[in-house]
C-alpha cells in the first residue's frame, strides 16, 4: 500500500506531529487527489484532543481538501488527471437508505464515513483526512472545483461553507427574510457573506463591539451588540432566521425571543452543555428550535457552483503545515480571520 506523508495527533495530549500513513491503492471507482490545500475546522482541533471522546489514535484531520487530481480508477466517469478537486467531510455512506437516496448522505441511517476518524465501509480501518499528501474516494464523494476562484479560500466552502450554506436553503432564506448571525468566526463570516448573496436582511449578534467593523466589511446590513440591553430590545420578535454558530455555553432562549412567530434558531455549532429551553418559550409564537449537519453531496456540489458564479470565498490566513500546532492555540483564543488553511506544499 503506498506510504503517504501526514500529520497527526498521536495522543490527545501531545502535538500534531509528521507521521507516515497508508492509503489504498486506486480501486476502479476511485479518484486520486494531490492535496494543495486544506482548511482547519474547529473539529480537527476537537477530535485532535478527543473533546468529544471518539477519537481513534492517530488521527490526521482536514476535511476541507481542494487538490488536483492525480489518478483515476477505470470505471471513473467525472475525473481525470489534472482536473481541479474537493473532498469534504464524507467519503462514503451506505447509498440505499432514504436520506443516502434523498441526497442527504450526512444523515445516512448506517452513518456516513466521515473523511477523518471515519470507519471504512469495507472494514479496512480508519479513514485519515487532509493533513497529508494525498487522499482518494470513490468519485461520487469528490467534488468538482472551479478554477474562477482562489483555491486557498475555496477549501473552508467544503466545511464552513455547506454547514452555513445548507440551512440557509432549508429554511428558504431569501430576498426579504430577516436573519441573525450569531458568531462571527470561520463558519459565522460565510453564514453572513452566503445570506447576504441570497438577498437577505443580514443582523451579526455580537457580544464583542470591535467585530462590528468587520461584520460591515463582509456584508452584514445591521450590528446588534447583544451585551447592550438597548439595542437587543430593538430585535425582539425581529428574526425569521438565526443561525447560531456558537460553539461556547449560551443561553438559547435569549436569542429565541428575538424570533418573530414561526421563525427558527438553527443551531450549528456544539457547546459542552446540553441546551435547556421551556416549551413555553416555543409554544408562543410557534417557533422551532433545530440544527444541521454540512450537506450531502449534490447540495454540496450546488454551493460550490454558486460560490463560483457569486464569487464567494472564505477569508483564510495561509499557513505551513508545521505552524499547525499554533494555529490550533490562535483559533481556542478566537484569533483568527476567519479560517486558517495549510499550503499542502509545505507538508
Ligand atoms: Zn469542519
Ligand atoms: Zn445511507
Known amino acids: 500500500m503506498p506510504s503517504t506523508k501526514a500529520y497527526a495527533a498521536l495522543s490527545a495530549t501531545t502535538p500534531v506531529v509528521p507521521h507516515t500513513i497508508e492509503r489504498r491503492e486506486c480501486k476502479p471507482?476511485?479518484?486520486?487527489?494531490e492535496i494543495l490545500y486544506c482548511g482547519v475546522c474547529h473539529s480537527d482541533l476537537h477530535f485532535a484532543h478527543n473533546d468529544w471522546g471518539m477519537t481513534v489514535y492517530p488521527v490526521v484531520p482536514g476535511h476541507e481538501i481542494v487538490g488536483r487530481v492525480?489518478?483515476?480508477?477505470?470505471?471513473?466517469k467525472n475525473f481525470k488527471p489534472g482536473d481541479l478537486a474537493g473532498i469534504g467531510c464524507l467519503v462514503d455512506s451506505c447509498r440505499v437508505c432514504d436520506n443516502c437516496k434523498d441526497d442527504l448522505e450526512?444523515?445516512?441511517?448506517?452513518?456516513?464515513v466521515f473523511s477523518y476518524n471515519g470507519n471504512e465501509r469495507d472494514g479496512s480501518g480508519n479513514t485519515y483526512g487532509g493533513y497529508s499528501q494525498s487522499i482518494l474516494a470513490h468519485e461520487d464523494f469528490v467534488l468538482r472545483i472551479s478554477d474562477k476562484l482562489p483555491l486557498e479560500g475555496v477549501?473552508?466552502?467544503l466545511c464552513a461553507g455547506i454547514t452555513t450554506y445548507s440551512p440557509l436553503r432549508h429554511w428558504k432564506v431569501g430576498k426579504g427574510s430577516r436573519v441573525g448571525v450569531l458568531g462571527l468566526g470561520g463558519l459565522g463570516h460565510m453564514a453572513v457573506k452566503l445570506a447576504v448573496s441570497m438577498g437577505a436582511e443580514v443582523t451579526m449578534l455580537s457580544h464583542t463591539a470591535s467585530k462590528e467593523a468587520d461584520a460591515t466589511r463582509l456584508g452584514a446590513h445591521k450590528f446588534v451588540l447583544t451585551s447592550d440591553e438597548e439595542q437587543t430590545k430593538k430585535v425582539a420578535g425581529y428574526f425569521d432566521f438565526?443561525?447560531?454558530?456558537v460553539s461556547a455555553n449560551h443561553d438559547y432562549n435569549f436569542y429565541i425571543a428575538m424570533l418573530r412567530t414561526n421563525g427558527a434558531l438553527v443551531c450549528?455549532?456544539?457547546p459542552p452543555n446540553p441546551a435547556n429551553i421551556p416549551a413555553m418559550t416555543l409554544i408562543f409564537g410557534r417557533k422551532s428550535f433545530a440544527g444541521s449537519l454540512i450537506g450531502g453531496l449534490a447540495e454540496t456540489q450546488e454551493m460550490l457552483d454558486y460560490c463560483a458564479e457569486h464569487n464567494i470565498v472564505s477569508d483564510v490566513e495561509v499557513i505551513a503545515m508545521k505552524d499547525i500546532n499554533t494555529a490550533y492555540e490562535r483559533m481556542e483564543k478566537g484569533d483568527v480571520r476567519y479560517r486558517f488553511v495549510i499550503d499542502m506544499a509545505t507538508l
Open 268 to 270: 450549528v455549532g456544539v
Open 242 to 245: 438565526i443561525l447560531d454558530t
Open 106 to 112: 450526512q444523515y445516512c441511517a448506517e452513518s456516513a
Open 70 to 76: 492525480t489518478a483515476v480508477g477505470d470505471q471513473v
Open 155 to 157: 477549501a473552508p466552502l
Open 29 to 33: 471507482h476511485d479518484v486520486q487527489v
